[in-house]
């Protein structure tokens, strides 16, 4: 069975620049979530889906992050404009979707993001 | 609350077995416990989980207490591979998974 796929898996870019992720969930995997995971740090949840529509978006910064879910399956994160404190991991995982304080989760390998 | 209480570092032989606590003191009824571990530059990986009976699974076995305010992982027998930070993580109904800041497992050869 396939993981959780992410790309790309390094990123390096100046402050005020833009980005995007990408993410392609295990198939079948009706929630998708982007994690942000700063050194030293425990993964923090920035958005939640289920299926293409959002259940929680409570920690993520909307005034320069955003999200989508095309058809309920692929998904970016994009970042607009960059901060230098926006260097971090960005993990993807995605669940069956029974419900989130018993469905197992899957991880992608993350995109490691600097921003100089 | 939904926070869990891990020591921050932890260290153990090769080929020994290996008891990760957790405290989970306010924990509910219904509520489970999970855990997962980072092995270095990857995302978390699952591991186990449970909700009130001990649980065992090709990768561990988690005991939880009687009274379920804490559990325990069980590494039965360590590998250089099992080094990693493990979370454990109380799963409160819907609600999105906290993670804290684990426990850094160190296997001495």
């Known amino acids: 069975e396939a993981g959780v796929a992410q790309s790309p898996r390094y990123k390096i870019i100046e402050k005020r620049q833009s980005v995007a992720f990408w993410c392609n969930p295990i198939?079948?995997?009706?929630?998708l979530y982007w994690y942000q995971q700063i050194l030293g740090q425990g993964p923090k949840l920035l958005i939640q889906f289920q299926n293409n529509g959002v259940v929680d978006d409570s920690q993520l910064p909307k005034d320069r992050f955003s999200a989508e879910r095309l058809k309920g399956v692929d998904s970016t994160l994009k970042i607009q404009p960059a901060k230098l404190e926006d260097s971090a991991v960005y993990l993807c995982?995605?669940?069956?979707?029974?419900?989130?304080?018993?469905?197992?989760?899957?991880f992608g390998p993350g995109t490691r993001l600097t921003v100089l | 609350d939904a926070k869990t209480t891990q020591p921050n570092s932890m260290e153990s032989n090769e080929e020994e077995p290996v008891h990760l606590p957790c405290n989970h003191s306010?924990?509910?009824?219904?509520?489970?416990i999970h855990w997962y571990r980072q092995l270095p530059s990857q995302g978390p990986e699952y591991v186990i989980h449970g909700l009130t009976s001990n649980v065992n699974n090709r990768m561990a076995s988690l005991a939880i207490a009687e009274d379920r305010k804490s559990s325990t992982l069980i590494l039965h027998r360590a590998t250089l591979r099992d080094a990693a930070v493990y979370y454990c993580?109380?799963?409160?109904?819907?609600?999105?998974?906290?993670f804290g800041t684990g426990t850094r497992l160190t296997i001495i050869p």
């Open positions: 306010t924990i509910s009824g219904t509520d489970y």
């Open positions: 995982a995605s669940s069956l979707g029974v419900g989130a304080g018993t469905d197992t989760q899957y």
């Open positions: 198939s079948g995997h009706a929630t």
């Open positions: 993580i109380r799963g409160v109904g819907n609600e999105k998974l906290t």
